[in-house]
């Protein structure tokens, strides 16, 4: 990351605190639930008895620090095999755009996720966690979805 970036992001961060919030759920449930910068379908989703149905349901602001925490969660809780990517994209980050380019590319040499539009889309985990996430797990995309309905008949069928 390129020091102007560095330095807006802390600043941001002072400015604009963003709470990293997730909420478990059911811990044999094979589903886990991301809503991107959506924090209010979060809330929804985490105080509806849906909870119970999935492993995890949580936010994603990030290409990189995001992105490396739910690839580290599934090689913990190897469970998962769905993920749903729902919510409204981070604008700027893509971070969603950059979670699907990973599970379809990977990362080159430089640990920058492939065909990622994101300004800053480099990982810190290693290759073999990348090889799990891409060879184990699901996403389904409905990226700018935010109807709670639409997201809980997914749920229901995944």
Known sequence: MNALGKTIGELCMIILPIPEESYCGNSSSSIAVC???SIDLLKQLANSKILNHISIVGRLLSENKGIDSIIKYVNKNQKITTIIVCGKEVWGHKAGHSLFELHKNGSDKNNRIINSTSPDPYLTVSKSEIQYFQNNITLV??????SFETILAKIRIS
């Open 35 to 37: 809503t991107l910068s």
């Open 141 to 146: 995309n409905l990226i700018n979805e935010t």
